[in-house]
């Protein structure tokens, strides 16, 4: 089965820059979209398309794609933003299924 | 505002059915585009997507669950319900609702927002 892999932790100093990767082969044929979860909370969609910000997302939020790559880079990083993120994508077999990656665990140090 | 909840019972025995509503304000689900979809998250795990229904009926399912899910929509209830068959203690998760945004190609979709989520506990 189809999968999406993320590091399980990063960790970063408040103000310095987070980078959060997510692999999968399907990658540079499907988007992919990032979700914060914060503990007891519902995720909350960051990023659509690879790189497009929802309103009401902060701007130090942003998404790009490289290859079999996608990456979540949080600038300046706050320590509200500590959180679990997961990447998401469409199954690369084309058989209308979506998956989402094992998550990792953003820690401010 | 778009806002979803979830609905269902907390505590299943083994072998029993699931039965999961779905209750939404804020969109349509017979507008293009607009679809609601099921996922589920065990306890200090990942998420996982269950299943999708379409402004048009369509529907689609988890390969690993398909056997054992069946979705539906109420279009003037603003309802989409989720019924999972054979319940085990490996089900026990929270089970979130989201809508789900298909602007284009079905195979793209993205869900937000999202329910609060409500926890299913598979026991005896």
């Known amino acids: 089965s189809y999968e999406l892999t993320q590091p399980p932790s990063v960790s970063v100093s408040p103000g310095q820059t987070a980078r959060i990767t997510c692999s999968g082969d399907a990658l540079p044929k499907q988007y992919a979209y990032w979700y914060q979860q914060k503990p007891g909370q519902a995720p909350v969609l960051v990023i659509y398309?690879?790189?497009e910000r929802p309103s009401g997302i902060p701007e130090r939020f942003s998404g790009s794609s490289s290859g079999t790559t996608v990456t979540l880079t949080i600038s300046g990083v706050q320590a509200e933003d500590e959180a679990d993120y997961y990447c998401q994508s469409a199954d690369s077999s084309g058989t209308y299924r979506w998956v989402f990656g094992g998550g990792t665990k953003l820690t401010v140090l | 505002q778009v806002t979803l909840r979830e609905s269902g019972p907390a505590l299943v025995k083994p072998t029993q059915t699931l039965t999961l509503t779905c209750t939404f304000s804020?969109?349509?689900?017979?507008?293009?585009?607009?679809?609601v979809s099921w996922i589920r998250q065990p306890p200090g795990k990942a998420l996982e997507w269950l299943a999708r229904i379409d402004w048009d009926d369509d529907k689609y399912y988890s390969t690993s669950l398909k056997t054992r899910l069946t979705i539906s929509k109420d279009t003037s209830k603003n309802q989409v319900v989720l019924t999972m068959t054979n319940m085990d203690p490996v089900d026990t998760a929270t089970y979130y609702c989201?809508?789900?945004?298909?602007?284009?190609?079905?195979?793209?979709?993205?869900?937000?927002?999202w329910g609060q989520g409500t926890l299913v506990t598979v026991s005896s």
């Open positions: 989201a809508r789900t945004l298909v602007p284009a190609a079905k195979i793209e979709n993205w869900f937000d927002p």
């Open positions: 398309k690879d790189s």
């Open positions: 804020g969109f349509s689900l017979s507008t293009s585009g607009m679809c």
